[in-house]
């Protein structure tokens, strides 16, 4: 049994997740690891930050390339609870991670409807980890928000 | 005769593209102004920052969302000395710039391959002012590098 694996990882994911959701931001986490190892667990910062560009994904690759000291996140992996962006596609593209992990699809602002071309070529692309927990994370938020 | 209009502005880019030349780093500079107001100028730092996502425009929305407290751009202005990549594009979408205007297209990784539509439906867009100092700075930059 894999301790260290992809549920793991992408539970570390939901849980900055849910801090998000609790510190009123849209409730997205990302995590990155590399093999067993945890570089950066970050979640959407928007409204603290005030920026737009303060996405879960986008500080996770930074908080990665600060910890490894290169701009490059080859055999790193991306765990993130929905489908980036076509920003954060664009900035996984430029760091070259070797794997994307995504549990929800984002049919509305998702990358993939440009296809899977948009992340860098030696990319590898999963979905659906957990995807039931973090579509109901986000589904609560934006239920409460609505009352 | 409009002394802060579009050649004022990409001139400035322009430098910051200079200072970036100076400093190593691929020459991309990029201003954010409202009216006559400048409220951002920064420089591609992916060297300096070790960080993909630290291109100007990234920076630049960052630095005038803090000068304006507000992270939407409304009745803004981004000036870049290249075209914006994807990552970018999708940045600018996120801020619901008013404007875009880019000096030299980037036929390799710029976002027009996608089309406008990358940016938000209410921004204008704008190219080529000053587009051969632009694209002279990046040949030379090049040139050099292969020396």
Chains 1, 2 share one sequence.
Request: proline fraction near 3%; aromatic fraction near 8%; include cysteine.
């Amino acid at each position: 049994m894999q301790i260290y694996g992809d549920e793991y990882f992408m539970r570390l994911a939901l849980q900055e997740a849910q801090k998000a959701a609790e510190a009123g931001e849209v409730p997205i986490g990302a995590v990155i690891a590399s093999g067993e190892k945890l570089l950066a667990r970050c979640h959407n910062s928007t409204e603290l930050l005030n920026d737009v560009t303060a996405h879960a994904e986008i500080l996770a690759i930074t908080a990665a390339s600060q910890y490894l000291g290169s701009k490059y996140l080859m055999d790193c992996t991306l765990y993130v609870s929905l489908e980036p962006c076509i920003m954060c596609a664009g900035a996984l593209r430029w760091s070259q991670i070797s794997r994307v992990v995504f549990a929800t699809p984002d049919d509305k602002a998702g990358f993939m409807r440009y296809g899977k071309e948009l992340l860098h070529p030696r990319t590898q692309l999963e979905m659906g980890i957990m995807m039931e927990e973090s579509a109901l994370l986000l589904k609560s938020f934006f239920a409460a928000r609505r009352k």
